[in-house]
């Protein structure tokens, strides 16, 4: 009875693929799991496709559909914006929901370009003082081990960060007749490697270390110019999205069909190399690559401090190696810490010691702390001031890949 007395959070999602698919999960789990100051409730999905969209609201648990968005801002039984499709209508969505009064969770990178940011940031700041908050979803900030390693960060277990090493490294572009997609065009995605992956290195670098950029040096390469169109290839079981997950791209067979186009030109970047150095002076190395052969969703982070280091795999996302350098050098090394434990980050809620958590339960702790946040009145992090930094680091990479690789600073204009 108590839950049924908790305020409602009525809940609109706008897009339904991967992101969406996922997203769905967790706005199901999460108050099951966690005790929430609001309750959730999945009003409307939001597609271009009528019947696909009724047909995804029905599977991933959402009480009904709809094609315009713009519409369901008008609903008052809606609360919350989700927002999961393509960079390219970030701005406008994110724009037109908090200035409609409804809270905002809208997916990473934030936008496509650093005006579009900036815009969502001014206009997020207005909405901040109508009680109207907004989030942007670095899901990453929330595995157990990587929030762990926030902490011992921040209690200055490994001392003063000197450097930072990070790498996001998948494989589904390996293959060059993958068929070509909204994430390899540039007016849609923003950016390729970078903006797709790379975005969360440079958002977990800032998480992990509380340092911002100071500038940046980068290199972005398209490795292979041109690709099928969708209608040319059949992916490969298998494949990252093989099961409608949104990022096709595995083994493909050339397949003619009707209405076959031929080629298409790839416009953004396959691979980032950045070197940079925190607000600190601290010295940092960035890779992001979609052609990594055998590596499907490598994300990992090693940060080096004066008295030890921490270092993880999402590969093995359960785990956080931590090393203490204080100790002996006769017994020193890094300990493996299986992460868990009630008293780790997120785990009181779920199962018992060494039973691990999935890609998924980030997104469920996504949700908790947005919906805590809101119910306490407050921004949840990141926030779209943080969201906004990241895109001017992104944009400052490409601008110096543009120009001969020029160091290229990063100026951020904190607001009073």
Known sequence: MAEL??????????????????HSQAWRSASRFFDLPMEPRM?????????????????????????????????????????????????EIA??????????LVEKPMANSVAE??????????????????????TYRRVPALKLAQE???????????????????????????????????????SGALGDIGAHIVDLTYFLTGQRFAGVSGMLDTIVAERPLAAKVAVAAGGIG??????????????????????????????????????????????ASRFAWGRKNALRIEISGSRGAVSFDFEDMNVLHYYDATQPARTSGFTRILA????????????????????????????????????AGEDPRPSFEDGLHVQR??????HSSGASHQWTEIHDQERS
């Open 117 to 138: 940011a900036q815009r969502m940031n001014d206009t997020a700041h207005r909405a901040r003082a109508q009680g109207v908050h907004a989030m942007v979803g670095f």
């Open 152 to 190: 011992l960060i921040a209690e200055g277990r490994i001392g003063e960060v000197r450097q930072v090493r990070a790498q996001y490294l998948q494989d589904w572009l390996g293959d060059e007749t993958a068929p070509l997609s909204w994430r390899l065009d540039k007016t849609r995605a923003g």
């Open 393 to 398: 680091v992104l944009e400052a990479i490409q």
């Open 95 to 104: 724009e037109a929901a908090l200035a409609a009064g409804k809270h905002v």
């Open 340 to 375: 868990t434990e009630p008293e780790h980050p997120y785990l009181e809620s779920w199962w018992p010691p060494g039973h691990g958590l999935g890609y998924e339960h980030g997104f469920t702790h996504q949700v908790v702390d947005l919906v805590r946040g809101i119910a």
């Open 5 to 22: 007395e908790k305020p409602r959070l009525g809940v609109a999602m706008i897009g339904h693929a991967f992101m969406g698919r996922v």
């Open 242 to 287: 093989g099961s409608g997950g949104g990022l096709g791209g595995g083994l493909g067979t050339a397949v003619e069909e009707p209405g076959a186009v031929g080629m298409g030109p790839v416009t953004v970047d396959d691979a980032a190399l950045v070197t940079a150095r925190l607000t600190s002076g601290a010295p940092v190395i960035l890779e």
């Open 43 to 91: 009003r409307v999905l939001v597609g271009r496709d009528a019947q696909r969209s009724k047909q995804a609201a029905q599977r991933l648990g959402w009480v009904e559909s709809a094609t315009d968005w713009r519409r369901v801002l008008e609903r008052k039984d809606v609360d919350l914006i989700d927002i999961c499709t393509p960079g390219d209508t970030h701005a």
